[in-house]
Nanobody, 120 residues
Framework: QLQLVASGGGLVQAGGSLRLSCAAS????????MGWYRQAPGKQRELVAV???????HYADSVKGRFTISRDNAKNTVYLQMNSLKPEDTAVYYC??????????????WGQGTQVTVSS
């Protein structure tokens, strides 16, 4: 059984920082890309950042220079360091992991979502 557990959300003032974590556990053979998405009220879910197994990263234009994605392969964990937060960053943040299971099935999994609220 596979599980993604996200943590680190909360309420912060504009200009502040938060660090999100998402740990994958279970019948994992290997992990490909890991990423963060967000969904604000009334809006579609959007990609925030992604990191490949080789460490290459991609960011949405709206977060470039403020957010940093990283991963710890030994812990099957992906992080999102968010600095200089703005009210428009308020959303539910979801982690997503593309992986191979020990049964050699490739699939992607979503975390449960963690709320980030930035006050002005």
């Amino acid at each position: 059984q596979l599980q993604l557990v996200a943590s680190g959300g909360g309420l912060v003032q504009a200009g502040g920082s938060l660090r999100l974590s998402c740990a994958a556990s279970g019948s994992i053979f290997s992990i490909n890309a890991m990423g963060w998405y967000r969904q604000a009220p009334g809006k579609q879910r959007e990609l925030v950042a992604v990191i490949t197994s080789g460490g290459s990263t991609h960011y949405a234009d709206s977060v470039k220079g403020r957010f940093t994605i990283s991963r710890d392969n030994a812990k099957n964990t992906v992080y999102l360091q968010m600095n200089s937060l703005k009210p428009e960053d308020t959303a539910v943040y979801y982690c997503n992991v593309d992986l191979w299971t020990i049964a050699h099935v490739r699939s992607d999994y979503w975390g449960q979502g963690t709320q980030v609220t930035v006050s002005s």
